[in-house]
């Protein structure tokens, strides 16, 4: 995506959320164009070849022309109209000198091919914005901010300064960078820095925007403007990496237009020469023609960039951010690689691996795991869904819990069926 689309967010506001939707319009409209284009040519392939009367493919290859080359005939007409020759130019060029020495299918082909290489480069960048958009969509719009007085205020994340103080309440997601000044609780915060399980907070630790908190209440003295914030940096980065460009896509960059000029150079003397010396006109043009669809740099230059920003877009919904197209370039070279955590390798969520009570203590496996998931129960935390997920995995009734207590970073407590329960 073009770093113009979405730059990086000012340090005095917030990460915009009305990113435009241009890109995914026009990537729509071009992939509508080159299905339209295909259908067209793929309805006249066996037309053509069992001897159908020449109108009723001779139409559905116009169709083909029509909608799969009047996008890359006109940028082609307004890159020469700016004295710059454009391969989408060249390529209509040589469709058209097809159809004119009777290779219809051929332009027709090259039509298609081109058109869906074009949507598809379209459909990448949407992609990428899409994963931008996600992650602004991690920050949420409004905070409770906490007057002098100790009145509540609900106000835009946006307008939050360094030194305000907000309440975050239990399942809220933090509205800016900052700390925590009194209670306590654990937040989620894999989306920033993708450990699996919440982090216990106190007062002293750092919170980030747009992570979750899960239990206990926490009052945050916000020390980051919310254009500064990490998740603000992150967006920024993202859409730098869609921005930029590899060295193998800078290197067709810089070749291109000479050698777009020198290609044209070429087929005119193919044209030319031969006619000069006495040879056939059809024969001429046929030669030059095929020529140009052979040497034309339509499939160098669109094998450079969907696979990149495919790559970009792909990785981001994986949660792996991506700093700059070169990376994705060289990745394929890379022989060992090093992870920091094991969260990267898992799936983020935890699960009950085994179930091993204490010798001589009284419980087996099944009495055990049932206790420990029906005091969980009433939990949201992550090791209370796989406790309860492992329990149900087995078929076990859970009894419901009774005088329910959490206490962050700690654990819970609870009367199940008369038993006094305690899981930390």
């Known amino acids: 995506m073009p770093s113009a689309v979405l730059q990086r967010p000012p340090r005095t506001s917030?990460?915009?959320?009305?990113?435009?939707?241009?890109?995914r319009v026009l990537a729509l409209a071009e992939a509508r164009w080159a299905a339209a284009a295909t259908t067209a040519f793929l309805l006249a392939l066996p037309l053509q070849l069992t001897g159908a009367p020449a109108w009723t493919w001779g139409v559905l290859h116009a169709v083909a022309y029509v909608t799969g080359g009047w996008e890359p005939a006109w940028s082609?007409?307004?890159?020469?109209?700016?004295?710059?020759?454009?391969?989408?130019?060249?390529?209509?060029?040589?469709?058209?000198?097809?159809?004119?020495i009777g290779q219809v299918l051929d332009g027709a082909l090259l039509i298609v091919i081109f058109a869906c290489s074009g949507a598809l480069e379209a459909l990448a960048t949407a992609r990428t914005e899409d994963s931008v958009r996600g992650l602004l969509a991690l920050a949420p719009e409004t905070a409770t901010r906490l007057a002098a007085d100790g009145t509540e205020q609900r106000v835009?994340?946006?307008?939050?300064?360094?030194?305000?103080?907000?309440?975050?309440?239990?399942?809220?997601?933090?509205?800016?960078d900052g700390r925590v000044l009194d209670g306590a609780g654990e937040v989620d915060q894999a989306t920033i820095t993708g450990e699996?399980?919440?982090?216990?907070?106190?007062?002293?630790?750092?919170?980030?925007?747009?992570?979750?908190?899960?239990?206990?209440?926490?009052?945050?003295?916000?020390?980051?403007?919310?254009?500064?914030?990490?998740?603000?940096?992150?967006?920024?980065?993202?859409?730098?990496?869609?921005?930029?460009?590899?060295?193998?896509?800078?290197?067709?960059?810089?070749v291109e237009q000479r050698y777009s000029v020198g290609m044209v150079a070429v087929t005119l003397a193919v044209f030319v020469v031969p006619l000069l010396l006495g040879a056939e006109l059809t024969r001429s043009l046929l030669r030059a023609m095929t020529f140009m669809i052979v040497a034309s740099p339509c499939a160098v230059?669109?094998?450079?960039?969907?696979?990149?920003?495919?790559?970009?877009?792909?990785?981001?919904r994986h949660g792996v951010l991506v700093k700059s197209a070169v990376v994705m370039e060289r990745l394929g070279q890379v022989d060992a690689v090093a992870l920091d955590k094991t969260g990267t390798l898992t799936e983020g969520t935890p699960e009950v691996a085994a179930v091993r009570p204490l010798p001589d203590t009284g419980p087996d496996e099944e009495t055990l795991l049932t206790w420990a998931a029906a005091a969980e129960h009433p939990s949201e935390h992550p090791l209370a869904r796989a406790l309860v997920a492992a329990a149900r995995a087995r078929g076990l009734r859970l009894p419901a819990?009774?005088?329910?207590?959490?206490?962050?970073?700690?654990?819970?407590?609870?009367t199940v069926d008369g038993a006094r329960i305690a899981v930390g």
């Open 14 to 23: 917030a990460p915009r959320r009305d990113v435009p939707r241009r890109t």
């Open 76 to 100: 082609g007409l307004r890159a020469l109209g700016a004295r710059t020759l454009d391969v989408d130019l060249l390529m209509i060029v040589a469709a058209v000198g097809a159809a004119a």
């Open 156 to 176: 835009a994340t946006a307008e939050l300064a360094v030194g305000d103080v907000v309440l975050v309440r239990p399942g809220e997601r933090v509205g800016a």
């Open 196 to 254: 699996p399980l919440p982090v216990p907070k106190e007062p002293g630790d750092e919170v980030f925007a747009g992570t979750l908190n899960g239990t206990g209440a926490l009052t945050v003295r916000v020390e980051r403007d919310a254009g500064d914030s990490v998740i603000a940096r992150i967006v920024a980065m993202v859409a730098e990496a869609s921005g930029t460009k590899a060295p193998t896509q800078l290197f067709i960059e810089r």
């Open 301 to 316: 230059v669109l094998a450079t960039m969907p696979p990149l920003l495919s790559a970009i877009a792909n990785a981001g």
């Open 401 to 414: 819990a009774e005088e329910f207590t959490a206490s962050p970073g700690t654990g819970v407590r609870a």
